[in-house]
């Protein structure tokens, strides 16, 4: 390649790898329902637009043998030997509320990726994939509601 060409080469990629690499936060804000049961466990994860798993972004609850309870999000993420590094906590106590915050990178926005939560509360029934909420500027700042542990989900985008 000629010095100019080179020239011309490195200087769009150092334009263009910036805008690769920019991420956005999102704060996630899950409200549990008062079910009258123990502190639930909930994997909040990512897929893609083909449904395969992407990444966890938090698991509440201590016990690793009861993450088998999060039955959606063990398959996905079987595979993923880091899926649980720096990303769990306490488990979430019914009528409390669970707030995580993560960077995303922002080609995952509005790109057909979903967050999922998987709940699961002792001696009650499991409820994989409790929540489906597309990732979008559109669902933004929106309640979405859960099917029987989580009242609502909402999230913002900064």
């Known amino acids: 390649m000629s010095r100019p060409l080179l020239t011309i080469v490195a200087f769009a990629s150092a334009?263009?790898?910036?805008?690769?690499?920019?991420?956005?936060?999102?704060?996630?804000?899950?409200q549990l329902e008062n079910y009258g049961g123990d502190g639930a466990?909930?994997?909040?994860?990512?897929?893609?637009?083909?449904?395969?798993?992407?990444?966890?972004?938090?698991?509440?609850?201590?016990?690793?043998?009861?993450?088998?309870?999060?039955?959606?999000?063990?398959?996905?993420?079987?595979?993923?030997?880091?899926?649980l590094d720096g990303v769990t906590?306490?488990?979430?106590?019914?009528?409390?509320?669970?707030?995580?915050?993560?960077?995303?990178?922002?080609?995952?926005?509005?790109?057909?990726y979903e967050i999922r939560?998987?709940?699961?509360?002792?001696d009650m029934r499991d409820s994989p994939s409790e929540i489906r909420v597309p990732l979008s500027t559109q669902n933004a700042a929106k309640p979405h509601p859960g099917k029987r542990y989580i009242q609502n989900l909402t999230y913002q985008l900064r």
């Open 15 to 30: 334009l263009a790898l910036p805008s690769l690499a920019h991420s956005r936060q999102v704060t996630l804000i899950t």
């Open 41 to 83: 466990y909930l994997a909040v994860y990512l897929t893609d637009a083909k449904g395969a798993y992407a990444r966890t972004l938090w698991v509440a609850g201590g016990k690793a043998k009861y993450y088998k309870h999060l039955a959606d999000w063990n398959r996905l993420s079987a595979r993923d030997a880091k899926r």
């Open 89 to 112: 906590g306490a488990s979430v106590g019914a009528g409390r509320s669970l707030e995580v915050t993560a960077d995303l990178a922002d080609a995952l926005i509005d790109a057909g």
């Open 117 to 122: 939560i998987d709940a699961a509360a002792e």
